[in-house]
């Protein structure tokens, strides 16, 4: 499995979420949604902070969007592990 995190530069929830995110789960691919727009299409990102846990065939486990709490966070993360 993997987790992605979908952010902009220009969103400050992003941008303030990012450390968090990356603190909890190190190994958290960072895709900026103006520079991959395929990528978040394909996984139906319409807004950002998103994050999905994906499978290793490429499906969505688990979508969060929005900004949570840690403990919501760490949560979600539970089972990517």
């Keep these: 499995m993997k ?3 979908f952010s902009a530069k ?7 979420f990012k450390p ?3 603190s909890l789960c190190p190994n958290v691919e960072v895709v900026d949604v103006e ?3 395929e990528i ?6 319409k807004s950002v902070p ?4 994906v499978d290793d065939d490429g499906n969505v486990v ?5 900004r949570v709490s840690t403990e919501v966070l760490q949560n979600f993360l539970s089972i990517a592990n």
């Design 3 to 5: 987790i992605l995190y």
């Design 10 to 16: 220009w969103c400050k929830p992003c941008e303030a």
């Design 20 to 22: 968090i995110v990356q």
């Design 35 to 37: 520079d991959n727009i």
């Design 40 to 45: 978040a299409d394909a996984y139906h990102i």
């Design 50 to 53: 998103a994050l999905a846990i």
């Design 62 to 66: 688990r979508n969060l969007f929005g």
